[in-house]
């Protein structure tokens, strides 16, 4: 029989109720004719159930056709009986099943497709979707809890700032996800963000068809509400009397961060008389803090924030920075990396700007080094803009200064808030990754170009990435498309339009180039940081895994190059578009420490050959290293494919390579060093693609060496 397995993975003896490995209550054993092994719809294979609710199990599965890739099945089963009642089931399981395929976000599992299976006479329906590599925030707090530690308020206002962005998504696609918890946020392993996971839509499909076709009669359906979410975590209007909006997500999403702060139970910090939430004797927090969550547990809808943008614009606004005490053990992983982005370490081109003393001062705060993303000065900023605004701009023109981009008309804002200090670059612990007033949309605009900005915005701060480097990056890359526009000053009207969309559209290219990259949460918050020191730690790092900085290199290259295929024979390293070449060799080399992306050839006893051999993704690459002796016959056939390029490297820089990005089939020759040699495998194609590598060695009879088999 099918072992059990509790909702963390672990597995247990059919005959048990609670999970051997942590506790958990058991589902009880149903014999469902699926089992571990089995491929359904031709496709995919079950790895083993992840756990079930009432309207169906989920499964933990390989995708057969894209190379064994897991995958989530989720099983529709509503418990109903009749032709009828199963057809109308379906038909609106098909319908949300498409609402769901839809959404489209780097912090939402993609649902890949439904599909039906008869299985001993017995009909399924599934729902395929990604699966997501971490841990629900339920086990991270019950972790917590077990060593009397609690997240920290600055933790869960990253998570805050992570989630809005979601929320704020599926709301303008009119999808309420009706069933926020801590069980259904996943921190994912390969960045550290928060996902959100398990949509009541379905939910409410299997609700809808059994409270129908149970409760009521014929084909007529009862006038009952279909009460979704759990009990303490979604609002009255929804659990009393089923109506949903988005700020019933909002209340949800508060509750669940109370929980996270003070390691009550919902129930445990309402108050049962009154229903308000106490949750001040549980914890201090900053009054910003607090007023906002306060507002987002209002018990009536109209006094809740109506919208994830506005609680995002609230926290975004001079939160106060306060001291926590640690809470955070080390066995368990961040919620996302909240040290400080370090100060920029390079400064792209930029023309000139009249009287930049104020600009220190400013970057000593962690501020933005330029202004918002719009062209004027935006108005609700000051009661004094107009008149200064003009000041400035007049002081501009005569002192004949040129401006940065899209944003010099606002630098006069930064030199009236800051300090006095004229000192040069501080290593400030600010960090400038939260919305800032600079990029809130001028109210000159069309509803669709704020919009649009707004969009922009919140995809900067979902990735976590540094408002300086942003606007560099930009800027730099705007300029060189357009370099009739350097050192001039775009305005708000009409005029400036097209520009303004040629700007948007810059940005929105470059922000989707650095999703494909694959970087974590903690690389691209440190872009705009990196330095040459770090190029010398890499190369430490990967020297120590016998493995030398070009075949690093080569690694990182393959991505950045098909991203960024315009930098090729450029000297970008001093540029904002060499802070992601770094974060993309950082991540390689953790790839590599990991052994992902390195593999030791070894040869078995009195063995002279070695087949090595596996499938890269695009902009994928593999290293192997294989020790060597001095004056070795070498052999090597390579997998005949245009697209994949080998380099071959002698283990010092004293001898060039043998073979460098190279689609050569065969290579045969005398070693000319002992030593580890370097054998670099990379992908240039768009699809998943095979290699083979066979080596053979040989040692001359008449050649002394201390082994006759390579190591």
Known sequence: MMPLYCTKGHENPTDCRFCQHCGEPLPEFVSNNIVTGMILGDRYRIVRELGHGGFGRTYLAEDLNRFNEPCVLKEFAPKVQGAYALQKAEELFEREAGVLYKLRHSQIPNFREMFRVNQQSKGYLFLVQDYVEGQTYRSLLDARKSQGLRFSEEEVRQILLHILPVLEYIHSLGVIHRDISPENMILRSSDQLPVLIDFGGVKEVAATVESQFTLGSGNSPPLIATRLGKRGYAPDEQMDKGLVFPNSDLYALAASVLVLLTLKQPHEIIDSETLKWNWRREINLSPMLGDVL???????????????????????????????????????????????????????????????????????????????????????????????????LVALVITGATGLGWWAGNLWIQSMTGSEDKGSDSNSSDNSTAPTDQENPSPQYSAAERDRKQQLRDRR??????????????????WTRNPEQRGKILGDGSEFEQLRLSWDQTAAQLLDKLEQANLSGASRQRLGSYQPEDRDRFKEQVNQLRLSSRALYDLADVVFFQLFPEQRGKDFLQEPIGQVWHAIVAEKVKALQAGDALETIRFAPGAVGKRVRGTLKPREGKAFIANFNKDQLLALTFTNNPKLRLSLYPPTTAVPPLLEDSTQTTWSGKLPQSGYYEFVVISENSEPVDYQLDLGVETPAATPSTSTAPQ
């Open 294 to 392: 306060d507002k987002m547990l209002s018990r009536r809808i109209s006094d809740r924030y109506q919208s994830a943008r506005e609680v995002l614009q609230t926290l975004s606004v001079n939160i106060p920075s306060t001291e926590f005490p640690p809470t955070q053990p080390p066995a368990l992983p961040p919620i996302e990396p909240t040290q400080a982005v370090s100060p920029l370490s390079y400064r792209p081109h930029q023309p000139p700007i009249a009287n930049l003393h104020a600009q220190p001062s400013h970057q000593q705060k962690g501020e933005p080094l330029t202004a918002k993303p719009q062209p004027t000065i935006p108005k609700r900023q000051s009661p004094f803009v107009g008149i200064l605004g003009k000041i400035l």
């Open 461 to 478: 701060i979902s990735l976590g990435v540094d408002y300086n480097f942003y606007v560099n990056w930009v800027n730099e890359t705007f």
